[in-house]
T-cell receptor, first 113, second 113 residues
């Protein structure tokens, strides 16, 4: 199983809503990532979890709250988002050694209205 | 500040010919480089990688060349096939920063029959 599964594939939410994005992998990877990709831009790193601990937070606003309940799961909790937060949110996982390529999920297309 | 640069937003190549995608980087601490291929509405798919201790890595039709002194890498696809049409992202990582990926803006490759 070399898949990273993200749910939902599409999400439309209002600015007062609370929602969560979910990501799951069963490759035994101990590093998991959230990236954000706007149209015609490269993916931008948001968070890195290593061994279920948050190791990198790239100055992401607090309306985005990551959670890593166990080594296979990664969540991104969303609250009070703005329309400019609309983007493709990509989850990835990798081994933790050097040279470990990241496997990406298909992403969640988020629209904030 | 974009540390990984892909200066050609698009490239068109005839089927059977060679496609050469270029990438430059500014951070000398990067020690691992990867190429990802992305179709619309999908997550990036890993293609090929190279460690900074090597100058060439080959996998079937795909070869990546690294010139550390010039901080430049390139992806060669030969022969190009219509199914190679996608956006190609160059990415770099620094093993001291949790293996998170810094992406270039991507090059859209179109292989015409």
């Amino acid at each position: 199983d070399t898949e990273v599964t993200q749910t939902p594939k599409h999400l439309v939410m209002g600015m007062t809503n609370k929602k969560s994005l979910k990501c799951e992998q069963h490759m035994g990877h101990r590093a998991m990532y959230w990236y954000k990709q706007k149209a015609k831009k490269p993916p931008e790193l948001m968070f890195v979890y290593s061994y279920e601990k948050l190791s990198i937070n790239e100055s992401v606003p607090s309306r985005f709250s990551p959670e890593c309940p166990n080594s296979s799961l990664l969540n991104l909790h969303l609250h009070a988002l703005q329309p400019e937060d609309s983007a493709l949110y990509l989850c990835a996982s990798s081994q933790t050694g050097q040279g470990a390529e990241a496997f990406f999920g298909q992403g969640t297309r988020l629209t904030v209205v | 500040d974009q540390q990984v640069k892909q200066n050609s937003p698009s490239l068109s190549v005839q089927e059977g010919r060679i496609s050469i995608l270029n990438c430059d980087y500014t951070n000398s601490m990067f020690d691992y480089f990867l190429w990802y291929k992305k179709y619309p509405a999908e997550g990036p798919t890993f293609l090929i990688s190279i460690s900074s201790i090597k100058d060439k890595n080959e996998d079937g039709r795909f070869t990546v060349f690294l010139n550390k002194s010039a901080k430049h890498l390139s992806l060669h696809i030969v022969p190009s096939q219509p199914g190679d049409s996608a956006v190609y992202f160059c990415a770099a990582s620094n093993s001291n920063s949790g293996y998170a990926l810094n992406f270039g803006k991507g090059t859209s490759l179109l292989v015409t029959p």
